[in-house]
Each structure stands twice: as C-alpha cells, then as structure tokens.
C-alpha cells in the first residue's frame, strides 16, 4: 500500500524566541516526532518551527505543494491560536491535531522535566476552538509520546480523515440492479453524486457479455492455477462450471480495470446467461483483497465507504449480520460468498456446485471464516429528512470450530449484550449491510464518518 505523506506542523510563540529562550529541547522532540512518524509508515514532510501567521501560511502551502494529504499538528509549546487558524482553515487538507509532550512526567521524581518545554496542551485547547468556531473540521488525539498508542491512534485518525476525502470522486459500478424489494441501501446515482461526491456507473447486460466474450482460455487456465495455489482446492469438481465462474470473474475484473472502478456491487439474481454468466463470487473477495471496495445485491452506498475505507486501510471488509446466537450471545456475519480475503483465518475452501438461483445453474465460491481479533462494525444509513448516519460498534471476532463451516462465516461480539445491540441498530435505522476494520479503534472510524459530515452514534 502507497505511503500516505503528512505535513507535520511545529507550532511555537515568538515570544520565547524574543526572551532568548533555548529552543534545543523542543527542536529535538520535533525532531524525534519525524522519525516515530516515519517508522508508523507515514511520509512525513517536515517544516520549520512556527511561531507568527506569515510562516504557518507559507509552511502549509508547502504542505499542499508537496502533495501532502493531511496535517498532524504538534505543539512544542504555548501558541497564540490567530497565528495559525487562517492557515488551518484554507487547506482542504484534513486536521490531525497530536496532543502530546516530550516528558511523561512533573513530579518531583522527575524535577528536571522542564515546564517550557512540556506547556502545549492549552494552546491546542485555544486552536481547536478557532478551528470549531470557523467549521473546520478535525481530529485530536492525546496521550504521553513514548506511549505506542498514541502514535498509532494519530497515524489511524489520518488514514481515515485521507480515506474520508477519497470518497470525492471514487467511482463504484453496479453489475445488475438493486435486489427487488429490498430497500434499505437504495440510493439514486444523483444523490450519491451530490452527497458523497461519487459516481456510479452501471454496466448493461452487452457491455458484461462482450467481457466475457474477450476472456481467453489461457487466461481462465492461469486464474485457475491461482487458486490451486492460494486456495484449498476439491479433488474432484466439475471443471466446465468452474471455468465459467472463472470467465465470469475475470470479465468482471476487466470492467472494474478499464473503467477505473474503486468499489462495486453485483446482484446474484441478475448474473446470469444474458451477461456475466456467472456471479462472480470470488472475484469480489480477490478484489476488496487488492483494495477495491464491495458490497452485495446492487449496494452501491456501503460499497464506497468499504472502497474509500481500503485507500488507507487493509483490514476492512463487507460484512452482512445474519443469525444470533441468543445461548452463547454472539452475532453470525456471513454472505453468500464475498468477503475480504485479507481477513481470512486459514486459506479458503474451493466450492464448485449446484446454484439454482438462476439460469447459470452452478458456481464457484471460496468460504472461509473470519479471523480471530478486534475489530469495529459500522453501518451507513438515511433517516429522516434524508440525513446520513453512520453508527460505530467495538466487536470481538471469534472463530467457533464446527459451525456452519461451507460458509462465509465469523461470530462478533458487541459490548453489550447482542439484544440490546440489535435493539439499538434497529432503532437507529441501520441496514443490514455492513463493514467490519480490524485493529482499528473507535475513534478513527469517528474521524471517518464525521469527516464526511455524517452524525456518528456509537453503539
């Protein structure tokens, strides 16, 4: 995955300077703030100390100059807010404010711990007002610098606020129509356009026939090659249904490149004879694999936010509550045949058989389950008025041997007990599609959804 570049910015007051103040010691922890940036992964663009708006301007258009994608701020003392905000607030990059300090403590154990040098919160307490009172919108994350948590909760916030502004312009395509009659997910191209700033393209029964048609023998003979080497592969199958999966897949493959697609949705129901095939099953697992966002049945909505989300993020998949488990009080999340391979627990299990939902007859699909781990559940949907809410879960995911094992499948956890878990989905409005982020907290999927100016409720 490409490195995401920042702009990190060193806020300081002048007055120091005036006073003669020796600027060793908070030089040296911008300084040590670079490098830590780096080793999370991120491209850190540096800039010069500072302190009056002349040099915050210059210093953040250098940022946008460099292709920076967002600013992590960081106090190495008090800084008057008027000399930044015009700078924060004229980029449309996105804020990450790092509330931090060199020195873990004051106490008289540590009585070397100098105040000048250690004094930044309150002048993020005075930023952070201006940039609310002017509308930008931000992040903050707070915590001691040596603490491991705080540099990945910072460099999450940025990837999600980067993930956020990727949503202007991505492009999602739709193989078929939305599932007839089921209404919770249908949004019109026009109104995903306006709101998220996305366009949807639809593919016609004879553009997806004419990419089937292109796909070449030795083509569908290398893709099965693939999966004999990356998936659990039958010993015995019927190998016309499973070339004709692979030609559906790889067709589908085509569209998504030669259109540069960043997410997708297909409809089972509509994949048939006339276009595809074939429902190109394990195709969309292959692809949120490579960073290209899905959701099932013709949801184009939960698609682009699984696609902005793997901009930035590897771990994130679409996933669909399915059954509850009142007895052992644990949720199976489960499809048909999608998920992120990136997020298996072992290789997936080759299936090639009967599929009596339409004229194709037979498939192809890879199972597999869930690994073990933390992950946040998320749900994106309109209420009243038209509004855009997006709720945010901390669940465990489990593996339970034994269950339901020739399916997508993986068992979650919320906080509360999964009644009351529902109960609140539902009365919220949420859908029943969903995407699950691994090693992710809380925050940075809020940093997401309210970077794209959607209410956020926590569930």
């Known amino acids: 995955m490409k490195k ?21 010691l908070v030089e040296e922890f911008y300084a040590l703030a670079q490098e830590q940036l780096g080793k999370q992964g991120l491209e850190v663009v540096p800039a010069p100390v500072c302190r009056i708006k002349p040099e915050f301007l210059k210093a953040v ?18 800084s008057p807010s008027l000399e930044s905000v015009d700078a924060l607030t004229s980029t449309s990059l996105p804020i990450v404010v790092m509330d931090t300090t060199k020195d873990y403590s004051l106490s008289s154990k540590y009585s070397k711990a100098p105040i000048g040098s250690n004094h930044g919160i309150h002048g993020v307490m005075d930023m952070c007002n201006l940039l609310k009172r002017r509308g930008k919108k931000y992040s903050v994350v707070a915590g001691h610098f040596a603490d491991g948590k705080l540099l990945k909760r910072t460099v999450d916030c940025v990837k999600a606020s980067v993930s956020a502004n990727a949503m202007k312009g991505l492009k999602v395509g739709n193989f078929g129509t939305s599932f ?82 960043d997410a997708f949705s297909a409809n089972f129901l509509d994949m048939n004879t006339k276009n595809l095939g074939n429902m190109p099953f394990i195709e969309a697992c292959l692809q949120m694999q490579k960073g290209v966002g ?32 009142w007895k052992e009080d ?38 597999g389950a869930f690994k073990d781990g ?17 709720s945010v879960s ?16 993986g068992w979650i956890k919320p906080k509360t007990d999964i ?34 100016g959607m209410e956020v409720v926590e569930i």
């Open 4 to 24: 995401i570049k920042v702009g990190l910015l060193p806020l300081y007051i002048k007055l120091y300077d005036d006073a003669n103040i020796d600027r060793t």
């Open 61 to 78: 258009k250098e940022f946008e100059r460099q292709g920076a994608q967002a600013i992590i701020t960081l106090h190495l003392a008090y």
């Open 180 to 261: 007839d009659g089921m209404g919770d997910f249908i949004i019109d191209a026009k109104t995903l356009k306006k709101r998220f700033g996305v366009e949807a393209i639809k593919f016609t029964d004879s553009e997806m026939m004419n990419a089937v048609k292109s796909i070449t023998e030795e083509e569908i003979e290398k893709e099965i090659e693939y999966y004999k080497a990356n998936f659990v592969f039958p010993s015995e199958y019927d190998e016309n249904a499973l070339k004709l999966s692979v030609k559906a897949s790889l067709a589908t493959r085509k569209l998504i490149e030669e259109r540069g697609l």
């Open 294 to 325: 899905y959701s099932g049945e013709g949801d184009v909505l939960t698609a682009c936010f699984v696609g902005a989300l793997l901009k930035t993020f590897e771990q994130v998949s679409f996933v669909e509550i399915f059954c509850p488990d």
């Open 330 to 367: 644990r949720i199976l999340i489960s499809h048909m045949g999608e998920m992120n391979f990136s997020v298996l627990r072992d290789k997936p299990v080759l299936s090639v058989g009967a599929f009596n939902y339409t004229d194709a007859k037979t498939s192809a699909r890879a199972f």
């Open 374 to 390: 933390k992950a946040v559940y998320c749900n994106v949907f309109r209420v009243e008025n038209e509004r855009f809410v997006m």
């Open 394 to 409: 901390d669940v465990d995911v489990s593996y339970v041997e034994g269950q339901v094992e020739k399916a997508i499948r």
């Open 419 to 452: 009644a009351t878990f529902l109960e609140k989905l539902s009365e919220r409005g949420a859908i029943h599609h969903g995407f699950m982020i691994y090693d992710v907290e809380l925050k940075a999927m809020k940093t997401f959804g309210e970077s794209l």
